[in-house]
């Protein structure tokens, strides 16, 4: 079973208008994390949030975390064409250090 | 710096050949880690390295090999290919998360592209 679900799926949106995704996952977790991946290539992180926060700012990311509802979501604001990729989300399952735990992802169209 | 570098970034095998692909980053990285992607599923971990000289299974480690001899490289070896390995690998590495103030911020590859026919 997967332990981090993005929702949505996909996601199109207008240049400027913001873009939020969730993640909901299974298990306590040590930190949650962003990636970013643009077609073709491999992926680079964005943002970690530790589960004692509740939420975290980076540019135009804001990141929140809820652990009593095992979720997280993403927003970037003031979206740009460059957005347009796929975002996963990670979760370091408490006891398991060494690994992370990728969901499937969601694909961001922003359009022009 | 390169950050992390695998190779090749592409191939194509006939059923039952076998190949190496190999990682290589240059950060001083202790955990190093081998990942396939295939459409719908998301990243799964095949195996991963938390320091030369060892290695672990992942979530979907049948029909892989790993071996980490030095720190810096990291080789995931299909010794008779199926179609079903038709997939992109990821190679990723990071700090130990038992190092002070670190944090497991994984950095990859730009992955290869595998087609077994």
């Known amino acids: 079973s997967q332990q981090g679900e993005e929702d949505p799926q996909a996601l199109s949106i207008q240049e400027g208008e913001n873009a939020t995704m969730n993640c909901s996952y299974k298990?306590?977790?040590?930190?949650l994390q962003w990636y970013r991946q643009n077609s073709g290539r491999g992926l680079v992180h964005l943002i970690l949030?530790?589960?004692?926060?509740r939420e975290k700012h980076s540019g135009r990311l804001r990141v929140t975390l809820d652990t009593s509802k095992k979720s997280s979501s993403l927003l970037i604001t003031a979206s740009r064409a460059a957005d347009t990729a796929s975002y996963f989300c990670?979760?370091?399952?408490?006891?398991?250090?060494?690994?992370?735990?990728f969901g499937k992802g969601i694909t961001l169209s922003v359009r022009p | 710096n390169a950050g992390v570098t695998q190779t090749p970034k592409f191939r194509v095998l006939k059923t039952g050949q076998s190949m190496t692909l190999l990682c290589a980053q240059d950060m001083n990285h202790e955990y190093m880690y081998w990942y396939r992607q295939d459409p719908g599923m998301g990243l799964r971990l095949i195996h991963y390295?938390?320091?030369?000289?060892?290695?672990a299974k992942g979530e979907v480690p049948d029909g892989y090999n790993v071996s980490r001899l030095k720190k810096q490289n990291f080789l995931l070896g299909l010794e008779s290919a199926a179609p079903s390995q038709t997939s992109v690998y990821f190679c990723?590495?990071?700090?130990?998360?038992?190092?002070?103030?670190?944090?497991?911020?994984?950095?990859f590859g730009a992955g290869t592209r595998l087609s077994v026919l």
């Open positions: 949030i530790r589960s004692n926060e």
């Open positions: 298990t306590s977790i040590n930190n």
């Open positions: 990670a979760t370091e399952i408490a006891g398991a250090n060494s690994k992370l735990t």
């Open positions: 390295s938390v320091g030369e000289g060892t290695t």
């Open positions: 990723a590495s990071s700090y130990s998360p038992w190092l002070a103030g670190s944090q497991n911020i994984q950095y």
